[in-house]
């Protein structure tokens, strides 16, 4: 075998060490990038920060003993000057002006900016007058009722959370995942159950309603009740449009809904994607009463709740129809209770029930309180803000805002230009 050129040979051996010096450099520099960037995720998601730059004009309680530390796992802070340390930064719709904004080199890496509204996209158009047009590529996320949206915040009780996820797809949010296996009531507790409902039934139909004419859905919704009243329906009204207020303490309100069978969860918008409100969730629902559904679409109520759980009205062709069929439901029970079959579902053991897993065990240190004003029942019943923060802790905690590419290019034309013209005029 003929001998290597000694020269040859030493620059052979230069580059292999040239070689291994780089391969070991690269393995240092990527375990170097490697920890640091477990260190600052696990720094991220361990105690994310959300503060509310635009927020609403209430306080929120954030805490609640049944999840993660009490208060899901994240700070919240209504105060600006921790705006740069917050890893998520929360724009109420309607406190929200192009005017008051963050200056652009405040924002950092990593944070994201969130639209927020409860609202329906009548209301916030036309009510509030907000165009949005001049948030384009301002945010990276949308947390609203919709369930497209990027964080949900919907009117429902928050241990219930886990349910309406699974229901609308986004298994990997939830926590409990077990939820799609877990069967429901067993047969005995079912009728064992039904029984104690039917025993407090005495009433046919209530609804509570506070808004009469503010809003073009308003003014359709109260039509359409007073349709209904002409056919004979049997109907006790509550609320300032019925001169006959409702009291908003838990057991009061919670226990007079609940003699009555089925509960009109009139919106005051229609054919609003996905726009169910505390109507349906707590005064029919946690009340143990049927809802009578009208407003949102067949499509999305489907989506969103147990099957075979409501009324819609659009499945009638006259109100004398929809009247008819509530009377015979009143002389049926073994119809009646077909719309509580879905008790033995997978997941609905977290659906809420009055009596059963919510209603007046819910919150026991709301419960026992008097009275109730407007604004504590904001805070403590319609949890769309707290449902929506809790969602959104998830998401921070799990590091989705991590290396954020995504902004929103037309919020306007997301809010409004998805949905049908009747929800939008």
Not at 74 to 101: G, H, M, N, Y
Not at 263 to 273: I, K, M, R, W
């Amino acid at each position: 075998m003929p001998r290597m050129n000694p020269g040859i040979k030493l620059s052979v051996v230069m580059l292999c060490i040239f070689v291994v010096a780089m391969f070991l450099q690269y393995r240092s520099a990527l375990s170097l990038t490697e920890k640091d960037a477990v260190t600052h995720h696990h720094k991220v998601t361990t105690r994310p920060k959300i503060v509310f730059w635009a927020r609403q004009h209430h306080s929120i309680d954030w805490k609640f003993d049944e999840l993660l530390n009490g208060d899901g796992g994240c700070e919240v802070s209504f105060q600006r000057r921790d705006a740069t340390a917050a890893d998520a930064l929360i724009f109420f719709a309607k406190s929200c002006s192009p005017d008051d904004l963050p200056q652009p080199h405040l924002r950092k890496a990593n944070q994201v900016y969130i639209w927020f509204s409860h609202e329906s996209p009548w209301t916030t158009g036309n009510y509030y007058g907000r165009k949005l047009t001049e948030y384009n590529d301002f945010f990276n996320w949308t947390m609203t009722y919709r369930t497209d949206s990027d964080v949900l915040a919907a009117m429902w009780p928050t241990p219930a959370m886990d349910y309406l996820l699974y229901r609308t797809g986004r298994v990997k949010d939830m926590v409990d995942t077990g939820l799609t296996t877990k069967a429901g009531l067993g047969l005995a507790q079912y009728r064992e159950q039904i029984t104690r409902l039917l025993k407090i039934k005495k009433d046919l139909v209530a609804w509570i309603a506070s808004d009469c004419h503010i809003t073009k859905g308003a003014s359709k919704r109260l039509e359409a009740v007073r349709k209904l009243e002409n056919t004979g329906l049997k109907l006790t009204k509550y609320g300032k449009c019925a001169g006959r207020p409702l009291s908003f303490n838990f057991t009061i309100l919670f226990q007079t809904l609940s003699t009555y069978k089925f509960y009109l969860a009139f919106e005051n918008s229609l054919h609003c994607t996905d726009y169910l409100t505390e109507k349906t969730i707590f005064n029919s629902f946690i009340s143990g009463t049927v809802p009578v559904i009208h407003g949102p679409r067949r499509t999305d109520v489907e989506k969103i709740l147990p099957r075979g759980s409501y009324i819609f009205v659009e499945d009638f062709q006259t109100p004398q129809y929809l009247t008819d069929y509530l009377s015979y439901l009143d002389r049926n029970d073994t119809a009646y209770i077909e719309y509580f079959k879905w008790w033995t579902d997978p997941g609905a053991q977290t659906f809420p029930r009055y009596g059963f897993n919510f209603g007046t065990q819910y919150m026991p240190r709301v419960a026992s309180l008097p009275e109730y004003t407007h604004k504590d029942v904001q805070d403590d019943w319609l949890e769309y803000e707290r449902f929506g923060l809790y969602h959104l802790c998830r998401r921070l905690r799990r590091g989705d805002h991590l290396n954020k590419t995504r902004s929103i290019p037309n919020l306007a034309n997301w809010w409004y230009g998805s949905e049908p013209p009747e929800c939008r005029n």
